[in-house]
């Protein structure tokens, strides 16, 4: 059995090469494409999260928010803008009672529980007709008194509701959508908020539309990769 040859060899070699670089590059495809579906995915479950975050408290839109009509209808939302949304809320959902009367201009009310209440929070008081917004000036627990400032506009009697109330923002800045100037996600190229009505008092359904870029760019493309994720809230307490 003879042996091969120089040429043979050769031709080996190039053929071992063309084979290996061939599976060199399926191998960098390969790579490079999960790279790009780890990165979308990625963006994808942080952009539905936010999303579905962002839709709850937009539901809450309202919520506290006291159906009494003096000194007038109590608003539930400040700014519906096309990129900012403002409104009011108890995000915590907690509330609590008078135990004895309050009376007009007085700035001390006694209430069940002062636990939620905190000091420099919005506060909403309020009976069957009447209501009355203010800040927390200062709290005591033991004997559960509250200061508020201004002085109530209004007398309130025994078993008037007591609640927390936050404005809660949602506008985009930068590439950042913000939650009361905070960041809520980041990389963000467009917020979309459109409406049922252009009258604040006549808006019942919301919807919510986030375009969120890819953290770094794709290794295929050389650009970041943009998701789109968008919802439909109707808060209930914007109908009463």
């Known amino acids: 059995m003879r042996g091969s040859s120089v040429i043979e060899l050769m031709v080996t070699m190039v053929l071992l090469s ?26 994808m479950l942080a952009a539905r999260s936010a999303l579905s975050v962002l839709a709850d408290q937009v539901e809450l839109a309202g919520f506290g928010v006291p159906t009494a009509n003096l ?3 109590a608003p539930s939302l400040i700014t519906a803008e096309a990129s900012r949304l403002s409104f009011w809320t108890n995000v915590t959902t907690t509330h609590t009672y008078l135990t ?14 002062a636990a939620g209440l905190a000091t420099g929070s919005r506060v909403y ?3 069957t007709v009447d209501w009355y917004r203010g800040t927390v000036s200062s709290v005591d627990g033991l004997s559960n008194t509250v200061h508020v400032t201004p002085a ?12 927390p109330i936050e404005q809660v923002t949602f ?44 953290r770094t760019v794709d290794v295929n493309s050389g650009k970041k990769i943009t998701v789109s994720v968008a919802t439909e809230v109707a808060p209930p307490n914007l109908a009463l």
């Open 152 to 163: 109530l506009s209004y007398d309130f009697g025994e078993g008037s509701f007591v609640t």
């Open 71 to 73: 000194p007038s209808t």
């Open 18 to 43: 063309l084979l290996m670089g061939a599976a060199y590059s399926s191998v960098i495809a390969q790579m490079r494409s999960h790279a790009t579906q780890t990165l979308v995915s990625e963006t």
């Open 100 to 113: 004895a009367k309050a009376r007009k201009n007085a700035s001390l009310i006694k209430v069940v529980s």
């Open 171 to 214: 506008e985009l800045v930068g590439n950042a959508l913000q939650r009361n100037g905070r960041l809520f996600i980041p990389n963000v190229s467009q917020l979309r908020f459109t409406y049922d009505a252009t009258d604040l008092r006549a808006i019942r359904v919301i919807s919510i539309a986030l375009d969120v870029q890819t």
């Open 125 to 127: 008081i309020t009976d």
